[in-house]
């Protein structure tokens, strides 16, 4: 290593830690009272400012208001263009009618009348089976007397699947019912109810009177099992998962289900993911969905539809587990169905939607309810002939300050309403005033820092020299404002290996200035002036050190690295800078250097499906912990990029980029030639995504419920306040719901998502989503309004929780017992008696069991000695920040054939069900769950396609190490590569892509997606899991 031709300053005389110079308290105390107005004193508004707005500021390069804007001037667009997409062809009138030459009400949309998307909205969820006219009662035979049965005559009436008789109807075949064939004599019931050849009945009869079930009381039904503990607190009553398939870690008791069934079952008789998403697709895709309506179920994350936000948040920014919450704690409990929201506040907008408004309510800042301080919404009702709002939330009673006063139209409405996004929109913007930024003081924009392992590993794989040949171009790309010219995030530059080498890169130098401490107990920055800089203006010295630096150590023999002090080091250029930001590190190996966060090889597979598994999961205390309180108070993101060779302790390594809101990207055996290029995808994303800093969230509710729990990549220092270093677009945090008091069918629940955080052009900003659900004594409308992909979200985020404190298998158990529990008090309540041999499913959960059981063969929770602990882990904690698409993809992955595509159309081929049984000996098949990506290609693939595809005449001539496909001018070659373009650029992170042919050893990567199947690390088939769940259900229904 040389340092020549740098000027080794002697910074170590200013080793204090604190960095002088600046307030201290500033970040320094986790302890420190949250700022601004969370959890303040009440506000006041003391000072009208009658008339006076201040105008939208663009200190830097916002852009001025928009002219064109809809609303007044007060109000800001994100983005260039304030067009809002074509009002949908709809006739009826406006949700709440509209003032007359309101540019807004020229755009709106005409929405269907409420009735009619209640309409179609129950149709949706009656995927085939609605009944029709409620007939004369039927007497259940076995019921007990109080538990007031389904009023309607035959089998499944409202939303719910069947297995049982064979398939009625066209449009179900999902549905399509064969007896299910479960082993013991005690499972073969009395012959499904219904019959064959029962006629489609069509959808239901239209508004909601049809459904007439009285549904239990609070208390719920007699003879109900009372639920044991919330989840993951409780045993699983019943014997552990076994039965055929299940092997490893799911074997123990049940050994009455053990054998195959006994007839096959044709495999498309269950319900499928592929059939559902398909359907959804082709009711709602291409479709606007208008978010006016309370509690109205959004379309799939798998649909392609168009938001228009008209009170409510954009399904793409907060989704539910279920949009009607039960009146009451009991019925929670009862039903076991988590309430739960995930958010992803910066989600990305497609272009043909509307960015969110910046609203600037002047200097006393936003206003807020005095009471619960909720921000202005749309859930405030004026009163008072305009002088006073009632809150939505808290119910408290509030005086309109005198610049906001506005006379109320004949309905009692504003006659602003539309001019202003804070009352008509569901997700907006709120600049915020000083007294939302640290120490009052105005926020600066955040800064990157590329922080390189100059050791061995890193030199000799070529990384070094990819990631600097890299950030030349890529710095071009920093995140900017919408509009602005360039981007204001500065960027400094660290290289380490056992000691840390900072860089002077002002852009007066000829040439940068390397600094060296080796001091890594106390970490300290060694120069203030020239350490983060604009890249802009030194790019000619920073390219100038990004070209020395492979050279410079070209000749490392050091292999050892430390880590912790490396984002230390960070963190203290933050605090002196004073600005948020993210760190940037490129590690190899596990960090066994003597210094702080020193870490030791515990990889112990021994471990595994015993009491202490849990263990290797959890991340070493003390030093990480404490640098992930340092980030999270100063605003200090932590992404890691790790080139391992071997274990290096991902639990602990990613312990402080999941809790500032960073990200983990691992490539194990690293290969420029084989995984450069997935990297650097992966890093480009990375750098360009939309990203907010310094972030600190909190959840309203409206009486009677409230948040209680949270999963993301987050920092809680109280139970309420989630705090975020960072939070980019892909990033969601899960809450949890629960009762604590009575929800009232009249009012409905109330949510209101307010995210303070600092811009890419250091603004201080309050993004506020707010979203209506609605609430019902009725159990059936809670299983109606339920959404697996969202609850898939929360039970897998909940149980790689879980798994931290208990043992896996009772985390499994508890995962099956509480998904029995679910669908057996739908049986129990809300379907209409029949066969105990029929399992019935609730429509909008009946691919619920296939998902969970993907979840259980996920590597964090299948306990298998051949996954490498710390794969395991990364997936555990990469899942923890995912939204509603990452969960539902990862656990159900897309296989597309593609060997009868249409090249002459657009369309991607439909997506075939994740099993085996779908692969041909001739066929092509692309799979993708978002992590991973895999061509398949079966034996007999044809010659033809083999030649149009890779340009060889047979499989046998294919290269080994292919790793692209070549660049061939054909149409299937065109298509084949425009498909698997459009994915990547869709998916957050980058994809590898591996050929796989049938056959062959890498095939087993390939196959362990195929989650239908039986897993090759243990876990049952779908067929298997469903029997499975099926014996749960009727063991809690005795
Ligand atoms: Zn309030």
Same mark, same amino acid.
């Given at each position: 290593?040389?340092?020549?031709?740098?000027?080794?300053?002697?910074?170590?005389?200013?080793?204090?830690?604190?960095?002088?110079?600046?307030?201290?308290?500033?970040?320094?105390?986790?302890?420190?009272?949250?700022?601004?107005?969370?959890?303040?004193?009440?506000? *006041?508004?003391?000072?009208?400012?009658?008339? %006076?707005?201040?105008?939208?500021?663009?200190?830097?390069?916002?852009?001025?208001?928009?002219?064109?804007?809809?609303?007044?001037?007060?109000?800001?667009?994100?983005?260039?263009?304030?067009?809002?997409?074509?009002?949908?062809?709809?006739?009826?009138?406006?949700?709440?009618?509209?003032?007359?030459?309101?540019?807004?009400?020229?755009? !709106?949309?005409?929405?269907?009348?409420?009735?009619?998307?209640?309409?179609?909205?129950?149709?949706?969820?009656?995927?085939?089976?609605?009944?029709?006219?409620?007939?004369?009662?039927?007497?259940?035979?076995?019921?007990?007397?109080?538990?007031?049965?389904?009023?309607? *005559?035959?089998?499944?009436?409202?939303?719910?699947?069947?297995?049982?008789?064979?398939?009625?109807?066209?449009?179900?075949?999902?549905? !399509?019912?064969?007896?299910?064939?479960?082993?013991?004599?005690?499972?073969?019931?009395?012959?499904?109810?219904?019959?064959?050849?029962?006629?489609?009945?069509?959808?239901?009869?239209?508004?909601?009177?049809?459904?007439?079930?009285?549904?239990?009381?609070?208390?719920?039904?007699?003879?109900?099992?009372?639920?044991?503990?919330?989840?993951?607190?409780?045993?699983?009553?019943?014997?552990?998962?076994?039965?055929?398939?299940?092997?490893?870690?799911?074997?123990?008791?049940?050994?009455?289900?053990?054998?195959?069934?006994?007839?096959?079952?044709?495999?498309?008789?269950?319900?499928?993911?592929?059939?559902?998403?398909?359907?959804?697709?082709?009711?709602?895709?291409?479709?606007?969905?208008?978010?006016?309506?309370?509690?109205?179920?959004?379309?799939?994350?798998?649909?392609?539809?168009?938001?228009?936000?008209?009170?409510?948040?954009?399904?793409?920014?907060?989704?539910?587990?279920?949009? *009607?919450?039960?009146?009451?704690?009991?019925?929670?409990?009862?039903?076991?169905?988590?309430?739960?929201?995930?958010?992803?506040?910066?989600?990305?907008?497609?272009?043909?939607?509307?960015?969110?408004?910046?609203?600037?309510?002047?200097?006393?800042?936003?206003?807020?309810?005095?009471?619960?301080?909720?921000?202005?919404?749309?859930?405030?009702?004026?009163?008072?002939?305009?002088?006073?709002?009632?809150?939505?939330?808290?119910?408290?009673?509030?005086?309109?300050? $005198?610049?906001?006063?506005?006379?109320?139209?004949?309905?009692?409405?504003?006659?602003?309403?539309?001019?202003?996004?804070?009352?008509?929109?569901?997700?907006?913007?709120?600049?915020?005033?000083?007294?939302?930024?640290?120490?009052?003081?105005?926020?600066?924009?955040?800064?990157?820092?590329?922080?390189?392992?100059?050791?061995?590993?890193?030199?000799?794989?070529?990384?070094?020299?990819?990631?600097?040949? +890299?950030?030349?171009?890529?710095?071009?790309?920093?995140?900017?404002?919408?509009?602005?010219?360039?981007?204001?995030?500065?960027?400094?530059?660290?290289?380490?290996?056992?000691?840390?080498?900072?860089?002077?890169?002002?852009?007066?130098?000829?040439?940068?200035?390397?600094?060296?401490?080796?001091?890594?107990?106390?970490?300290?920055?060694?120069?203030?002036?020239?350490?983060?800089?604009?890249?802009?203006?030194?790019?000619?010295?920073?390219?100038?050190?990004?070209?020395?630096?492979?050279?410079?150590?070209?000749?490392?023999?050091?292999?050892?690295?430390?880590? !912790?002090?490396?984002?230390?080091?960070?963190?203290?250029?933050?605090?002196?800078?004073?600005?948020?930001?993210?760190?940037?590190?490129?590690?190899?190996?596990?960090?066994?250097?003597?210094?702080?966060? =020193?870490?030791?090889?515990?990889?112990?597979?021994?471990?595994?499906?015993? +009491?202490?598994?849990?263990?290797?999961?959890?991340?070493? =205390?003390?030093?990480?912990?404490?640098?992930?309180?340092?980030?999270?108070?100063?605003?200090?993101?932590?992404?890691?990029?790790?080139?391992?060779?071997?274990?290096?302790?991902?639990?602990?390594?990613?312990?402080?980029?999941?809790?500032?809101?960073?990200?983990?990207?691992?490539?194990?055996?690293?290969?420029?030639?084989?995984?450069?290029?997935?990297?650097?995808?992966?890093?480009?994303?990375?750098?360009?995504?939309?990203?907010?800093?310094?972030?600190?969230?909190?959840?309203?509710?409206?009486?009677?419920?409230?948040?209680?729990?949270?999963?993301?990549?987050?920092?809680?220092?109280?139970?309420?306040?989630?705090?975020?270093?960072?939070?980019?677009?892909?990033?969601? %945090?899960?809450?949890?719901?629960?009762?604590?008091?009575?929800?009232?069918?009249?009012?409905?629940?109330?949510?209101?998502?307010?995210?303070?955080?600092?811009?890419?052009?250091?603004?201080?900003?309050?993004?506020?989503?707010?979203?209506?659900?609605?609430?019902?004594?009725?159990?059936?409308?809670?299983?109606?309004?339920?959404?697996?992909?969202?609850?898939?979200?929360?039970?897998?985020?909940?149980?790689?929780?879980?798994?931290?404190?208990?043992?896996?298998?009772?985390?499994?158990?508890?995962?099956?017992?509480?998904?029995?529990?679910?669908?057996?008090?739908?049986?129990?309540?809300?379907?209409?008696?029949?066969?105990?041999?029929?399992?019935?499913?609730?429509?909008?959960?009946?691919?619920?069991?296939?998902?969970?059981?993907?979840?259980?063969?996920?590597?964090?929770?299948?306990?298998? !000695?051949?996954?490498?602990?710390?794969?395991?882990?990364?997936? #555990?904690?990469?899942?923890?920040?995912?939204?509603?698409?990452?969960?539902?993809?990862?656990?159900?992955?897309?296989?597309?054939?593609?060997?009868?595509?249409?090249?002459?159309?657009?369309?991607?081929? $439909?997506?075939?069900?994740?099993?085996?049984?779908?692969?041909?000996?001739?066929?092509?098949?692309?799979?993708?769950?978002?992590?991973?990506?895999?061509?398949?290609?079966?034996?007999?693939?044809?010659?033809?396609?083999?030649?149009?595809?890779?340009?060889?005449?047979?499989?046998?001539?294919?290269?080994?190490?292919?790793?692209?496909?070549?660049?061939?001018?054909?149409?299937?070659?065109?298509?084949?590569?425009?498909?698997?373009?459009?994915?990547?650029?869709?998916?957050?992170?980058?994809?590898?892509?591996?050929?796989?042919?049938? =056959?062959?050893?890498?095939?087993?990567?390939?196959?362990?997606?195929?989650?239908?199947?039986?897993?090759?690390?243990?876990?049952?088939?779908?067929?298997?899991?469903?029997?499975?769940?099926?014996?749960?259900? #009727?063991?809690?229904?005795?």
């Amino acid at each position: 290593m040389s340092q020549q031709g740098y000027v080794a300053t002697p910074p170590y005389s200013q080793a204090q830690p604190g960095m002088g110079g600046y307030p201290a308290g500033f970040g320094s105390s986790p302890a420190q009272p949250l700022y601004g107005h969370y959890g303040g004193q009440p506000q *006041s508004f003391p000072t009208p400012l009658t008339g %006076v707005m201040k105008p939208v500021s663009s200190p830097s390069g916002m852009p001025p208001p928009q002219v064109s804007s809809q609303y007044g001037s007060n109000v800001q667009q994100n983005g260039a263009n304030p067009q809002r997409y074509p009002a949908p062809p709809s006739a009826a009138a406006p949700p709440y009618g509209q003032p007359p030459h309101s540019q807004y009400h020229s755009m !709106a949309p005409q929405a269907p009348a409420p009735a009619q998307q209640l309409t179609n909205q129950m149709g949706s969820m009656n995927l085939g089976y609605g009944p029709g006219p409620m007939q004369s009662p039927q007497a259940p035979p076995t019921s007990p007397p109080a538990q007031q049965p389904f009023q309607t *005559s035959p089998p499944p009436t409202m939303g719910h699947s069947t297995l049982g008789p064979p398939p009625t109807g066209p449009h179900s075949p999902q549905m !399509a019912p064969p007896q299910l064939p479960l082993a013991g004599p005690s499972m073969r019931g009395p012959p499904p109810m219904g019959g064959t050849g029962r006629p489609f009945p069509g959808p239901p009869p239209p508004g909601a009177g049809g459904f007439q079930q009285p549904g239990p009381g609070a208390a719920g039904p007699p003879g109900y099992p009372q639920q044991p503990q919330g989840p993951f607190g409780g045993q699983m009553a019943g014997p552990g998962m076994a039965g055929p398939g299940m092997s490893g870690p799911f074997q123990g008791g049940a050994a009455q289900m053990a054998g195959p069934p006994q007839k096959k079952l044709d495999p498309d008789s269950i319900p499928s993911t592929t059939q559902v998403t398909e359907d959804d697709q082709a009711k709602r895709g291409g479709q606007v969905y208008t978010t006016n309506l309370r509690g109205q179920v959004p379309p799939l994350v798998t649909t392609d539809y168009t938001v228009q936000d008209q009170g409510n948040a954009s399904p793409r920014f907060m989704r539910c587990t279920t949009y *009607s919450f039960p009146c009451t704690a009991d019925l929670a409990k009862q039903c076991q169905v988590p309430l739960g929201a995930i958010i992803k506040p910066f989600a990305t907008v497609p272009k043909n939607e509307t960015p969110l408004y910046v609203v600037n309510h002047g200097e006393t800042g936003p206003i807020r309810c005095n009471r619960c301080k909720a921000y202005m919404c749309p859930n405030m009702q004026f009163i008072d002939g305009g002088r006073r709002y009632q809150c939505g939330f808290c119910n408290c009673v509030n005086e309109v300050p $005198a610049f906001y006063f506005q006379h109320l139209d004949h309905m009692g409405r504003r006659v602003d309403l539309y001019e202003r996004p804070e009352l008509s929109l569901g997700s907006y913007e709120f600049e915020a005033t000083l007294d939302y930024c640290k120490n009052n003081k105005p926020a600066s924009p955040p800064a990157y820092i590329f922080m390189i392992d100059v050791s061995y590993a890193n030199i000799k794989s070529g990384l070094v020299r990819l990631v600097c040949g +890299e950030l030349k171009t890529l710095l071009d790309n920093l995140p900017r404002e919408d509009g602005a010219e360039s981007s204001m995030v500065k960027v400094g530059f660290v290289t380490y290996n056992k000691i840390l080498h900072f860089y002077n890169v002002k852009s007066a130098l000829a040439q940068p200035q390397m600094m060296v401490v080796s001091d890594t107990a106390e970490m300290f920055v060694p120069l203030l002036d020239g350490f983060l800089v604009n890249f802009q203006e030194s790019r000619a010295v920073i390219n100038n050190l990004l070209d020395q630096i492979p050279d410079m150590f070209a000749d490392t023999n050091e292999s050892e690295t430390v880590f !912790a002090p490396v984002i230390q080091a960070g963190v203290e250029a933050l605090k002196t800078a004073e600005c948020s930001g993210k760190l940037f590190i490129f590690h190899s190996s596990i960090p066994t250097a003597e210094a702080p966060g =020193k870490l030791k090889n515990r990889d112990d597979k021994k471990l595994i499906n015993t +009491e202490k598994e849990k263990t290797l999961f959890q991340p070493q =205390k003390g030093v990480y912990e404490q640098l992930s309180k340092d980030c999270v108070s100063q605003g200090c993101s932590v992404d890691l990029f790790v080139f391992p060779s071997q274990y290096v302790d991902i639990a602990t390594m990613g312990d402080v980029p999941t809790h500032t809101g960073g990200s983990i990207f691992k490539y194990s055996n690293f290969q420029v030639e084989m995984d450069g290029e997935h990297f650097l995808s992966d890093l480009r994303k990375d750098v360009e995504k939309a990203i907010g800093f310094d972030a600190i969230m909190r959840v309203r509710t409206s009486t009677g419920f409230r948040a209680t729990n949270f999963f993301g990549a987050i920092h809680m220092n109280n139970t309420t306040d989630v705090e975020m270093a960072a939070v980019d677009c892909d990033k969601a %945090v899960t809450v949890e719901f629960k009762h604590d008091d009575k929800l009232s069918e009249e009012t409905g629940a109330l949510m209101q998502c307010a995210l303070l955080y600092t811009t890419v052009s250091g603004q201080r900003r309050l993004r506020i989503h707010n979203l209506s659900l609605n609430c019902s004594a009725q159990l059936s409308e809670l299983y109606k309004s339920c959404e697996t992909d969202a609850l898939i979200n929360f039970f897998a985020k909940s149980a790689y929780r879980a798994m931290l404190n208990q043992p896996l298998k009772t985390v499994r158990e508890i995962l099956v017992n509480q998904t029995a529990h679910m669908l057996a008090c739908y049986r129990k309540n809300c379907a209409s008696p029949s066969a105990a041999s029929q399992l019935i499913l609730p429509d909008a959960m009946k691919v619920f069991p296939v998902y969970l059981n993907s979840l259980l063969k996920t590597g964090p929770l299948v306990g298998s !000695a051949e996954l490498s602990t710390d794969d395991r882990a990364h997936q #555990r904690l990469i899942t923890t920040a995912m939204g509603v698409e990452d969960t539902q993809l990862l656990l159900y992955p897309r296989l597309v054939p593609l060997h009868n595509m249409d090249v002459a159309s657009d369309v991607v081929p $439909a997506p075939v069900r994740c099993s085996e049984e779908r692969l041909t000996e001739t066929g092509m098949f692309l799979l993708e769950n978002g992590r991973s990506l895999f061509l398949w290609l079966g034996q007999a693939c044809p010659p033809e396609l083999v030649q149009s595809i890779f340009n060889v005449p047979s499989l046998a001539h294919m290269p080994a190490d292919l790793r692209s496909l070549p660049v061939l001018d054909n149409p299937q070659s065109k298509k084949l590569r425009s498909i698997i373009d459009s994915l990547l650029d869709q998916r957050p992170s980058a994809m590898k892509l591996l050929i796989v042919k049938q =056959k062959d050893r890498s095939e087993m990567l390939f196959r362990q997606h195929l989650v239908e199947d039986k897993g090759l690390h243990g876990g049952a088939s779908y067929m298997d899991f469903l029997c499975y769940v099926h014996r749960e259900i #009727r063991q809690v229904l005795t």
